[in-house]
Nanobody
Framework: VQLQAFGGGLVQAGDSLRLSCAASGRAFSTYAIGWFRQAPGKERESVAAIPWNGYTQYYADSVRGRFVISRDDAKNTAYLQMNSLKPEDTAVYFC????????????????WGQGTLVTVSS
């Protein structure tokens, strides 16, 4: 599966933004989708993940209650709705896929899209 993340941009603190992860290839519904981010000078971290069966979504503590991950298997697309954005959310956001995946561990994800930059100004 090939992934393409888009939807990043420059926003102000408190704004909302929706990232999309479009997939090409077959069997999108059998892949867990994860969103990860890497801020300048920091390691990449898990943000949110939705398993292939749609159960037990994962959110990092720093985004829980503000971000929502979802998927539309009919459109081969996953989303990350980001609300109440903070300057510390500034990062390059990546989406990734793991066949029949149920975890949020970065090392479990085999397919990665290019990142999309989100910049939140204060």
């Amino acid at each position: 599966v090939q992934l393409q993340a888009f939807g990043g941009g420059l926003v102000q603190a408190g704004d909302s933004l929706r990232l999309s992860c479009a997939a090409s290839g077959r069997a999108f519904s059998t892949y867990a989708i994860g969103w990860f981010r890497q801020a300048p000078g920091k390691e990449r971290e898990s943000v949110a993940a939705i398993p292939w069966n749609g159960y037990t979504q994962y959110y990092a503590d720093s985004v829980r209650g503000r971000f929502v991950i979802s998927r539309d298997d009919a459109k081969n697309t996953a989303y990350l709705q980001m609300n109440s954005l903070k300057p510390e959310d500034t990062a390059v956001y990546f989406c990734a896929a793991d066949r029949y995946g149920t975890t949020w561990y970065e090392s479990d994800y085999d397919f990665w899209g290019q990142g999309t930059l989100v910049t939140v100004s204060s």
